[in-house]
């Protein structure tokens, strides 16, 4: 991922915000003043990922970005600590995709996984034929 920004300050944290030690898996939380407030018009997903700073002053962003601090503080991504894909750094999520699959009636089950960061590859049980719509 590499480092970070000027007049920002990264954090690697356990589930209970403390600081892991280096070469140890955790998640990335950044404070600083480029950070925004929140989302926008999403009061549950700001109150979960904007928290108070427990090292210090304003507010730190939990990310759920999954990372190692390495010796040259530096970061290395491991994943993420939800179901989330990054997919040619947009953020998807299997299961809206997996919900929308199994609208097709003729689909019992779906999955969605990720590869090389930069495909989606979906599986499908069904015990009927499906037909390719080529006009859709």
């Given at each position: 991922?590499?480092?970070?920004l000027?007049?920002?300050?990264?954090?690697?944290?356990?589930?209970?915000?403390?600081?892991?030690?280096?070469?140890?898996?955790?998640?990335?939380?950044?404070?600083?003043?480029q950070?925004?407030?929140?989302?926008?018009?999403?009061?549950?997903?700001?109150?979960s990922?904007?928290?108070?700073?427990?090292?210090?002053?304003?507010?730190?962003?939990?990310?759920?970005?999954?990372?190692k601090?390495?010796?040259n503080?530096?970061?290395?991504?491991?994943?993420?600590?939800?179901?989330?894909?990054?997919?040619?750094?947009?953020?998807?999520?299997?299961?809206?995709?997996?919900?929308?699959?199994?609208?097709v009636?003729?689909?019992?089950?779906?999955?969605?996984?990720?590869?090389?960061?930069?495909?989606?590859?979906?599986?499908?049980?069904s015990?009927?034929?499906?037909?390719?719509?080529?006009?859709d």
């Amino acid at each position: 991922m590499g480092a970070v920004l000027d007049k920002m300050t990264a954090y690697v944290l356990d589930e209970n915000l403390n600081e892991v030690v280096i070469g140890q898996v955790g998640e990335i939380c950044v404070t600083g003043n480029q950070l925004s407030k929140g989302y926008l018009k999403l009061k549950s997903e700001t109150k979960s990922h904007f928290v108070p700073n427990p090292f210090g002053e304003g507010i730190l962003c939990r990310t759920g970005d999954l990372v190692k601090r390495l010796d040259n503080n530096e970061f290395e991504f491991v994943g993420r600590n939800n179901f989330q894909l990054n997919i040619n750094g947009i953020r998807t999520e299997p299961g809206e995709i997996e919900a929308q699959i199994e609208k097709v009636p003729e689909i019992e089950k779906s999955v969605v996984v990720g590869y090389d960061d930069k495909f989606i590859a979906v599986y499908y049980v069904s015990h009927k034929e499906l037909e390719e719509n080529k006009n859709d």
